[in-house]
């Protein structure tokens, strides 16, 4: 009897297991799509769609055997996932937010970091925040980023001129772009999201720059996985008994919450003085804009009651600033390291743009830092009128999309459109199906790659760097607008990149002071892509990596020397 009672939860336990693991997944209906077979019990194939060196050919493979509905395995018999490579079906996810959520593991692991901002919210709070922050990107405020852009660029310049003085006597400098971009985005957020300055260019110790540095770091290695699952699952026992990682996270928290709490009492201040002299502030940055959005709230209180889900504390007004620092600032970054590359293997392009970006800066003084406010914004908008530099700046975030891919999870059962037919499981097509169903829990992969690279919509060279085919694009690349351009590279839907005209402005820029005034030619080392995830593959970046070392960190070094022509 005694021991009928305690084997009997055991029991019971082990029944649950089994059914869950083994029998359960049986009758799951994304059975009945086709999809690669799995090896071993515990196979997977998450580094099939997830490794940027194989993505583009796996992909090809299922579009070919499988068709472009594929189930794939996740992390276990339990866990059978879904890819679509299916450009409707994309387009159905992305829009569907009520249905297709970002996973609630991934959620928490960033709102355990950064604090839940627009990035990890979801439903209402998601689409507060996301009203909230979007003036922060309109057209005024742009120009105060064309400004920061070019005193960071050449700020940046200086540096390289520096390391380019050799007393040797060499000519050229091995540079990490990489390392150094980070520093300049890094850099234009903290003036554009908070008027901070971290000045990181030229100096990596300042202390809030050092706490998000190590903080971003963290969402890369989150330790080992055992605290990983700790983490998401029993956050209070992870919180009980620290290790390095929650020590970690937890002084930097603190130097966050000090210093940005420090700026935003100050912007708040200026606000409200701003109010009784009558004189409003005007400050751009987001900080200023999210702090009077708050004042004017608070004004209203006074003759309707707004509902608490409509006020925005001084920690929603700091979990923003963070998800800025977070999602603006690698993309941007990765970007361009990736383009000079892509410019130091074509020379020929290179000195195309150079030739076009040069005829731009001869009507110009030729001494950037004597540029007057309006001459900026005029150069600025001779930039954006350039056709090459356009072309190249949307063929590489065609090619190399810095962000790889995504994930979605079903939170009910759902019928998704597709384009082309769905295969069905041994193999034959049925010509006219042309939908599936996705059950509740289902994990979906959102390759931007896939899309970006595929051969049926940009054709046999979709694989290479050819900034000219933006003359004349296949009709079938027409068809699809998305967010920008007809590459996924911002995403689509309501929660596509908000930051996509920030991010073009930063960009264009940079290429512009970089071009003009440095050539760039790869060193005899193989710089190789790969694919860190974040937070559990929510957040995929491909980052560049030498070749068989990648324990020494990401790096992308360069031979940059002076141009000197004229
Ligand atoms: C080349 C640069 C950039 C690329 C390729 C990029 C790409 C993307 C993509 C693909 C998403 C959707 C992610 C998902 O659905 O899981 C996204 C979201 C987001 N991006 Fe960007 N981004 C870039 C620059 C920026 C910049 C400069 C900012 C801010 C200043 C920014 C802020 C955001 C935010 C806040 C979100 C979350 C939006 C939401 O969930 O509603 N991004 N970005
Ligand atoms: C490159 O230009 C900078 C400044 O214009 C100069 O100080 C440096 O000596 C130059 N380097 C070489 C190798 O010519």
Redesign the pocket.
Known sequence: MFLACVLSPFVALTAYIFYRVLVKPRFNVLRHLPGPPVQKLFGNHLQHVLNPTVTPKVYELFVQRYGRTVRIRGLGPWDERLITLDPVSFAHI?KNTAIYE?PWPSRRLITSLIGC???SAEGQV?KRQ?RV?LPAFSAQNMRSLVHISFTKGIQLRDVWKGLIDDPSGSTSARIDVCQFLSRV?FDV?GL??FDYSFNSIQDETNELFVAYRDMFELAISQGTMFRTLLSIYLPAVNQAFPDATVRTVRRCQEVIHRVAGRLIQEKKQKIAEGEKLGEPYDGKDLLTLLCKFRYRLLLCIFLIDLPPEHRISDDDILNNIN??MF???D??S??MTWTLLLLAQNSDIQDRLRAELLSVAHQFPRDLSELSEDQIQSLHAALSALPFLHNVTRES?RLI???HS??RVATQDDEVPTMYPVHNQDGTVNEKRHSFVVPKGTFVH?S?EAFNLDKAVWGEDAWEFKPDRWDNLPEAVQQHPWHFSNI????AG???????R??LI??KTLYYILLTHFVFKETEDKITKHNVWLLIA??VLTRPYLAGKFKEGTQCPLLVSNYTGT
Request: hydrophobic share 50%; glycine share 8%; net charge positive.
């Open positions: 992305a970002k901002g627009m990035l998601h996301r922050a985005t957020i554009a999201g998800t800025f999602a603006g600032s993309t941007s990765l970007s975030l999309p810095p962000l995504t994930l959102l931007v996924l590279t911002f995403s309501p929660r596509a990149c908000p930051g996509l920030f991010a930063e960009i929510l957040r």
